[in-house]
Structures are given as C-alpha cells and as structure tokens.
C-alpha cells in the first residue's frame, strides 16, 4: 500500500462544475497536509495547506480533512479551463521531519 | 512572501561533464531544502533533504557521489549532478522551508538535458 494514495485520472468536468480530488493517506500519525497545483512542464506551487479536521476554504478552493478516515480532498468550485492541471496531494508523515511525501496526483481536465 | 528561485532554468549539456543548479530562497531564510527530480509523466521523487550547515541525507538509491548538494548558507542550497548521462537527463526542482513553519515552496525548476 502506497503512503498517500490519488487517483490518476483524468478527471474530466465541464467549466463551472464542482471538480473533487481526493487523496488518501496510511500513516494516521500524519499532521500536515497540502495540496500543489502542476501544470505540464511547470514546478508545483502550493494551493492550500491543513492541518485541523473540517473545512478550510480559500476563495474557489476548499480543502478538507478527516483523519479518522483518513483522507483529505480538494473541492475546486467554479472550474475553469486554466484549473486544467495535476494536483498533487502531500502529507507530512508522523516524525518525518519536514519531509513531505506525495501521491502520484490527479490530473484534472476542465473543458469549456 | 516565500519565493524560491533556481538557476539555470535549462541547461543541456554533453555527457560526462558536470553541472551545478542553484537553489535560493529570495526573501526568508530556508533551515531545510530538499531536491526532487521528476520524470515525463512522473511524480515528484525526494532524492535529498539538505539542512544548512550540515551534510544532507539521501533517500535509498540516489548516489551521494553523484549528485553533491552543499547547503552553503540558509539562502542556497546548490545540487551539483557529477559526470552526467543521458539518464540523468530530468527536470530537477528544489523547494524550501521558512524556519517558522512546514510548508514547502517549490523553485521554477531545472531541466537538464544530457546528450
């Protein structure tokens, strides 16, 4: 069983739909959790971070996080063409120091 | 606030020479810095936790003689990719942490083509 676990896709969604990405995760000690926005040929940059039970939200983007389950996902409300990308899914193992591991990500593709 | 920069950010070079990528965090200061590699179609693989000041620690299968890191100062990190192959050919990507906190902010990246 991989550490963070995502769907590869792609996850297809027309513009202005609600586009869900989940991830998974097995080390319940984790708690820091993260989600990156690549697109192709480009470095990650950092959407959102979280680190309670529940929802955060951040304009179009909610995160959301249920340790008991074990599972975190990205909400993306009002999808547009340019959200087109691979999110990555991190998580900061339990004594893992700084070191982030990552799921394999979701491509997500938005069509107009 | 937290960006992080690397140079270059493309370098194709001939096979068996060296090249060095810079990694800078531009407006705090970095305690830690780690460097990916990633291939086409592939996800971001941890080859190495650099910490300032001290010798950086490299995941199983990544050769230290290979790829040197020097954490000179809490600003730079640099990766130095000895004798190169076209194997080793990649988009190398670093990223860095404020001291204050646990997030990770990535550079642009480099992509490095041996010939």
């Keep these: 069983q991989k550490e963070v676990e995502q769907n590869s896709g792609p996850l297809s969604v027309p513009e202005g739909a609600i586009a869900s990405l989940n991830c998974t995760y097995s080390d319940r000690g984790s708690q820091s959790f993260f989600w990156y926005r690549q697109y192709s040929g480009k470095s990650p940059e950092l959407i959102m971070f979280i680190y309670s039970n529940g929802d955060k939200e951040d304009g179009r983007f909610t995160a959301q996080l249920n340790k008991a389950s074990q599972y975190v996902s990205l909400l993306i409300r009002d999808s547009q063409p340019s959200d087109s990308a691979t999110y990555l899914c991190a998580v900061m193992l339990n004594n893992a120091g700084n070191m982030l591991t990552f799921g394999g990500g979701t491509r997500l593709m938005v069509k107009p | ?115």
């Design chain 2, 1 to 115: 606030g937290a960006v992080v920069s690397q140079h270059p950010s493309r370098v194709i070079c001939k096979s068996g020479t060296s090249v060095k990528i810079e990694c800078r965090s531009l407006d705090f200061q970095a305690t830690t810095m780690f460097w990916y590699r990633q291939f086409p179609k592939q996800s971001l693989m941890l080859m190495a936790t650099s910490n300032e000041g001290s010798k950086a620690t490299y995941e199983q299968g990544v050769e230290k003689d290979k790829f040197l890191i020097n954490h000179a100062s809490l600003t730079l990190s640099t990766l130095t990719v000895t004798s190169a192959h076209p194997e080793d050919s990649s988009f190398y990507i670093c990223s860095a942490t404020p001291g204050d906190t646990d997030t990770q902010y990535f550079g642009p990246g480099t992509r490095l083509t041996v010939l």
